[in-house]
């Protein structure tokens, strides 16, 4: 429960579907936002962040057949023992986790069709078309590719299936033009501007009524007005953004957390969380959220990498080998956020190397032994500040400036790449100024000089601790402590717009040379 009185700041991943164990592909998204809101934590915001799983439907259904168990004994079970450990895994935060097939959320989302169905907007029809289990989704006859003569899902490259039966209809065609008026008065509820401009196409091409139940099999929640059918389970799903916030249970806390702030999704579940979903909530007389922002595909070998296929990787294959931190640097920093991306084990590898390793952990640690070894482990007292250390100072302001305008953008690569440069300009500092060689001079002079160089560099190091926390929080807390940074406070109480502020780390802090940050891969523990 949010305990705080102001709107917070809330963020949401998908509910994933519990048909497997999460891929990197499932977990990329929740990493993501875990980025977004440590970021604006950081900032001293409220923020409430939400993930989850989606566990009715034929797809999870089929799922649990296959592995001879009831949809809820597997959902259970997958859920306790994969999808809420993999937080872990990752080293995410969230604040709730939902799941659909939760008492309050099944209540919730049948009092909303209920009063949907009561306003009218509700109907008896048939439907008749082919239909995606992998997607949960009716096609359209046009939107299919024709493998060896038969109709597939272009996502999926499987067989659709044709259903054909008596159900009920949301009337979402009347709210074609109030979904364009929103895409049009909001330019930002759709981001980037290539999915609003996929989703504006698409309502004006012309919007169809929505078949929301289904009669051929049982794995759902009852239509409440109708117990033979059971809620088409995307009208369930997307529910869940407002049961969880307390919808129809707690005005205080639903007025707290709604409307979200962005929910964040891949670019295959655009449609129903920019159309479906707005519809839905202009129907129940609810606000809409506030930006739908959809991201792109982690590809392997050019494909979409998904829990169905054997391209698939769990993520602790990559933490074991990486660490959780390089795991959520290398897709935070390496994919543009809302564009395709391509994962490979060398290229991760490569930039594990040269920016954690030789980057960052060989900085930290040259920067702790210098101190160490000249000035017996406490931080000395800088003399004035030369060109080159206000010059790293004016970088250090800049880097604060690029990065928190980024992730107003949810540019979240451009966020962690305005810090990763920061680091080699600190790094290129260190190199060209040549500590080592100046400790030979063992004048006045040249001690000052030593002095101001590691007082600058540490001192950097500690507005790096602080900027990289919400990509690389167990990194950054042993790098703070190193830096004997517990003098200025705790990490996490550090706030990204004063973390500029140049003479921070106070003189005598002790530092210490721990351990590396970033031990060599082949040396990881397998
Ligand atoms: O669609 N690259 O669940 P889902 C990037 N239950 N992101 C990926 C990905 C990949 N290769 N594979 C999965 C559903 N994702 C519904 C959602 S929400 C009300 C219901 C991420 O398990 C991405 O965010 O198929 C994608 O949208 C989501 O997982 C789909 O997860």
Same mark, same amino acid.
């Given at each position: 429960?949010? %305990?705080?009185?102001?709107?917070?700041?809330?963020?949401?991943?998908?509910?994933?579907?519990?048909?497997?164990?999460?891929?990197?592909?499932? $977990?990329?998204?929740?990493?993501?936002?875990?980025?977004?809101?440590?970021?604006?934590?950081?900032?001293?915001?409220?923020?409430?962040?939400?993930?989850?799983?989606? #566990?009715?439907?034929?797809?999870?259904?089929?799922?649990?057949?296959?592995?001879?168990?009831?949809?809820? $004994?597997?959902?259970?079970?997958?859920?306790?023992?994969?999808?809420?450990?993999?937080?872990?895994?990752?080293?995410?935060?969230?604040?709730?986790?939902?799941?659909?097939?939760?008492? #309050?959320?099944?209540?919730?989302?049948?009092?909303?069709?209920?009063?949907?169905?009561?306003?009218?907007?509700?109907?008896?029809?048939?439907?008749?078309?082919?239909?995606?289990?992998?997607?949960?989704?009716?096609?359209?006859?046009?939107?299919?590719?024709?493998?060896?003569?038969?109709?597939?899902?272009?996502? %999926?490259?499987?067989?659709?299936?044709?259903?054909?039966?008596?159900?009920?209809?949301?009337?979402?065609? =009347?709210?074609?033009?109030?979904?364009?008026?929103?895409?049009?008065?909001?330019?930002?509820?759709?981001?980037?501007?290539?999915?609003?401009?996929?989703?504006?196409?698409?309502?004006?091409?012309?919007?169809?009524?929505?078949?929301?139940?289904?009669?051929?099999?049982?794995?759902?929640?009852?239509?409440?007005?109708?117990?033979?059918?059971?809620?088409?389970?995307?009208?369930?799903?997307?529910?869940?953004?407002?049961?969880?916030?307390?919808?129809?249970?707690?005005?205080?806390?639903? *007025?707290?957390?709604?409307?979200?702030?962005?929910?964040?999704?891949?670019?295959?579940? @655009?449609?129903?969380?920019?159309?479906?979903?707005?519809?839905?909530?202009?129907?129940?007389?609810? #606000?809409?959220?506030?930006?739908?922002?959809? %991201?792109?595909?982690?590809?392997?070998?050019?494909?979409?990498?998904?829990?169905?296929?054997?391209?698939?990787?769990?993520?602790?294959?990559?933490? =074991?080998?990486?660490?959780?931190? $390089?795991?959520?640097?290398?897709?935070?920093?390496?994919?543009?956020?809302?564009?395709?991306?391509?994962?490979?084990?060398?290229?991760?590898?490569?930039?594990?190397?040269?920016? @954690?390793?030789?980057? @960052?952990?060989?900085?930290?640690?040259?920067?702790?032994?210098?101190?160490?070894?000249?000035?017996?482990?406490?931080?000395?007292?800088?003399?004035?500040?030369?060109?080159?250390?206000?010059?790293?100072?004016?970088?250090?302001?800049?880097?604060?400036?690029?990065?928190?305008?980024?992730?107003?953008?949810?540019?979240?690569?451009?966020?962690?790449?305005?810090?990763?440069?920061?680091?080699?300009?600190?790094?290129?500092?260190?190199?060209?100024?040549?500590?080592?060689?100046?400790?030979?001079?063992?004048?006045?002079?040249?001690?000052?000089?030593?002095?101001?160089?590691?007082? *600058?560099?540490?001192?950097? @190091?500690?507005?790096?601790?602080?900027?990289?926390?919400?990509?690389?929080?167990?990194?950054?807390?042993?790098?703070?402590?190193?830096?004997?940074?517990?003098?200025?406070?705790?990490?996490?109480?550090?706030?990204?717009?004063?973390?500029? =502020?140049?003479?921070?780390?106070?003189?005598?802090?002790?530092?210490?040379?721990?351990?590396?940050?970033?031990?060599?891969?082949?040396?990881?523990?397998?």
């Amino acid at each position: 429960m949010p %305990h705080f009185a102001e709107k917070a700041y809330y963020v949401t991943t998908p509910i994933y579907y519990v048909t497997a164990a999460p891929s990197i592909g499932s $977990a990329y998204t929740t990493v993501m936002g875990d980025v977004l809101t440590r970021w604006h934590r950081q900032r001293g915001e409220k923020v409430w962040y939400l993930t989850g799983t989606d #566990e009715h439907g034929q797809k999870v259904m089929r799922a649990a057949e296959a592995n001879c168990q009831t949809p809820q $004994a597997w959902t259970d079970h997958l859920v306790e023992t994969a999808w809420k450990p993999v937080l872990d895994t990752i080293d995410v935060v969230n604040d709730q986790f939902i799941r659909t097939t939760d008492p #309050e959320h099944t209540e919730r989302v049948q009092e909303f069709w209920r009063r949907l169905h009561e306003a009218g907007d509700v109907y008896e029809g048939r439907y008749e078309g082919p239909y995606c289990v992998g997607c949960e989704e009716f096609k359209l006859l046009a939107e299919l590719v024709t493998v060896d003569g038969v109709g597939c899902c272009p996502i %999926h490259g499987t067989p659709v299936e044709t259903v054909s039966e008596a159900n009920y209809f949301f009337a979402m065609s =009347r709210y074609a033009d109030r979904l364009l008026e929103l895409y049009e008065t909001r330019p930002d509820f759709v981001q980037p501007e290539s999915a609003r401009n996929e989703v504006v196409a698409f309502v004006r091409s012309g919007l169809e009524d929505l078949s929301i139940s289904r009669s051929s099999f049982d794995w759902g929640i009852k239509v409440p007005w109708d117990e033979s059918q059971v809620l088409y389970v995307w009208i369930d799903a997307l529910l869940n953004y407002v049961t969880a916030a307390g919808y129809g249970t707690d005005p205080e806390r639903f *007025a707290r957390l709604w409307p979200a702030d962005v929910h964040l999704v891949g670019k295959d579940i @655009l449609r129903f969380h920019a159309v479906i979903w707005p519809a839905m909530l202009l129907a129940a007389g609810l #606000e809409v959220p506030r930006q739908v922002f959809a %991201h792109g595909w982690l590809l392997v070998g050019g494909e979409k990498m998904s829990k169905s296929k054997a391209t698939a990787i769990a993520p602790e294959v990559l933490t =074991r080998h990486f660490g959780s931190d $390089a795991y959520r640097y290398y897709f935070a920093k390496t994919i543009a956020f809302g564009s395709d991306g391509s994962f490979s084990w060398e290229h991760m590898t490569a930039v594990y190397t040269s920016e @954690l390793a030789n980057g @960052l952990g060989n900085l930290a640690s040259r920067v702790t032994a210098m101190v160490g070894k000249y000035f017996d482990g406490h931080l000395p007292a800088p003399a004035a500040d030369g060109a080159a250390e206000k010059a790293l100072a004016e970088a250090l302001a800049t880097t604060v400036e690029t990065a928190d305008a980024a992730i107003d953008r949810l540019a979240m690569h451009d966020a962690v790449g305005a810090v990763a440069e920061f680091v080699s300009t600190v790094n290129g500092y260190v190199t060209e100024q040549e500590p080592w060689k100046v400790a030979k001079d063992t004048s006045a002079e040249g001690r000052a000089r030593l002095a101001s160089i590691l007082y *600058a560099a540490a001192e950097s @190091l500690r507005a790096v601790a602080v900027l990289h926390n919400p990509v690389m929080p167990k990194t950054c807390q042993a790098l703070w402590a190193s830096l004997g940074a517990g003098a200025v406070g705790e990490l996490s109480a550090q706030r990204v717009q004063t973390s500029r =502020r140049w003479g921070q780390l106070p003189v005598g802090a002790t530092l210490t040379k721990g351990p590396l940050l970033f031990p060599r891969v082949e040396e990881a523990a397998e």
